[in-house]
């Protein structure tokens, strides 16, 4: 069975810090490229970031860019997500994904 569970949210005040992970079971998550994702209440889904599968180059929306950080640990069978200086706008319950496997998703909440 594919899957992928996000873990690492919580809260946190407004300028801190979090990591996000994305373990995957079932398959080989180096061989995808994986996105996160974020959604608020109300509100659809977005892209947050990326990475390929092919030379790990990363994509990040641009309310995002200069503070978050996405990367893989191979050996782990995981993708993180580091995000640093965190604002409020940045509460959201975060997904991962690969391909059309989705996560149960990690809540993260920033207060002001």
């Known amino acids: 069975q594919l899957q992928v569970v996000e873990s690492g949210g919580g809260l946190v005040q407004s300028g801190g810090s979090l990591t996000l992970s994305c373990l995957a079971s079932?398959?080989?998550?180096?061989?995808?490229?994986i996105g996160w994702f974020r959604q608020t209440p109300g509100k659809e889904r977005k892209g947050v970031s990326c990475?390929?599968?092919?030379?790990?180059?990363?994509q990040y929306a641009d309310s995002v860019k200069g503070r978050f950080t996405i990367s893989r640990d191979k050996d782990k069978n995981t993708v993180y997500l580091q995000m640093n200086d965190l604002k409020a706008e940045d509460t959201a319950v975060y997904y991962c994904n690969a391909g059309t496997v989705w996560g149960p998703g990690t809540q993260v909440t920033v207060s002001s």
């Open positions: 990475i390929s599968s092919v030379n790990n180059s990363t």
């Open positions: 079932g398959f080989i998550m180096d061989k995808y490229a």
